[in-house]
């Protein structure tokens, strides 16, 4: 009998519901929330307002695309954190009732470890996966992270940001430029025709594996603001160089740290996932980065880099082969560590 899992993802300002039958992918809905245009940011209490709005026809449209109906479903996974507590509270109540009412087990699963392993999403028209152990560059908008995974079950970061996650270095920098949130999107595309060598910004020099983005972000502001002190229109003239040279340093501060990664020897893959690996400079240059050196490289489809439930379905169906379900208690975590 086909194992059907629904995922529910609400960790942020996207609401999401997708359906795998047995590892393939069948629907995967996501309602982006625009509410926080205006703001420059996402605004927590607005996200969770949406979410509830959001996730009944969600759901629905993700068992209609699927073509099944509530009762085929064999379990439902959930984003249980971390990200903003009141988006998660949505999302969890939601498939914890669903659970209750259907009678069937419920699956947490961690964001992140969720990011990760978006690269099991089986399509029709791929369902190759990577190889365990491999190494996986975790880039979002609330995380920078080399984590090894030896297995569904067990992931180790090896490298963390200290401050700043790239992504919010790309929306910051790109705030300062006077662009929509969020920027990264934008600077990807002004970056393609700038000069990425035009602007030097500074470039953290921490011992270890760790990340750090807030220097980078301040370097960016102070180029700008001096720039602006000789020529008032100086980021509208060189928008294109400015976009291209940060997206140019952020993807060496990256691609610098994975060099230095001894695991590296262990593994013979290497992934890359979260929003920030959406960015064409970044697939470029961990394609290289893995030519270079002999290994397999990992680049999701753009669908599954920014959040989405088919990810947390994926996950899910991990947990339930091996009978890990949850508790009807378990609240939702904001915070990486719990
Ligand atoms: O993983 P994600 O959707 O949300 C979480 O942080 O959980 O990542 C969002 C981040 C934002 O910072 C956004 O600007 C960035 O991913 N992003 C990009 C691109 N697409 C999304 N950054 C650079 N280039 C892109 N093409």
């Known amino acids: 009998m086909s194992i059907y899992i629904l995922g529910i993802e609400s960790s942020c300002d996207d609401t999401s519901a997708a359906v795998i039958c047995d590892g393939y992918l069948k629907s995967n809905v996501i309602a982006s929330q625009k509410v926080h245009e205006a703001f420059g940011g996402v605004v927590p209490e607005l996200a969770s307002r949406a979410h509830q709005q959001n996730i009944v026809p969600v759901v629905s449209e993700a068992l209609r695309q699927a073509g099944i109906e509530k009762k085929d479903l064999a379990a439902i996974a959930f984003t249980r954190g971390p990200g903003l507590l009141g988006s998660l509270l949505v999302g969890t109540s939601f498939a914890k009732g669903m659970a209750i009412g259907l009678g069937i087990p419920l699956v947490d699963v961690n964001h992140l470890h969720a990011h990760v392993l978006s690269h099991f999403i089986k399509t029709e028209e791929n369902d190759e996966v990577p190889e365990f152990p491999f190494l996986c560059l975790l880039i979002s908008g609330g995380n920078s992270q080399i984590v090894m995974v ?41 970056a393609k025709i700038g000069d990425p060598k035009r602007f030097r910004f500074s470039k953290p020099h921490i011992p270890g594996l760790d990340y750090s983005f807030s220097g980078l972000k301040t370097s960016f502001l102070y180029t700008v603001r001096d720039g602006m002190k000789e020529d008032p229109a100086f980021i509208s003239n060189n928008q294109a160089d400015l976009a291209a040279s940060l997206q140019h340093t952020i993807i060496d501060i990256l691609t610098d740290k994975l060099a230095k990664t001894p695991q590296l020897k262990e593994v013979r893959h290497l992934a890359i996932g979260g929003g920030v690996s959406a960015n064409s400079g970044v697939r470029e240059a961990i394609q290289r980065f893995c030519d270079n050196r002999g290994i397999q490289a990992w680049i999701p489809p753009r669908a599954f880099t920014t959040d989405n439930a088919a990810m947390v379905a994926a996950a899910g169906y991990f947990k339930y082969l091996s009978n890990d379900f949850c508790d009807l208690s378990l609240p939702p975590y904001s915070r990486v560590t719990v």
């Open 150 to 190: 030896r297995s569904p079950y067990d992931m180790e970061i090896i490298g963390k940001t200290i401050d700043d996650a790239a992504g919010e270095a790309f929306d910051k920098c790109a705030k300062v430029m006077g662009l929509p949130y969020p920027g990264g999107p934008h600077i990807d595309r002004l």
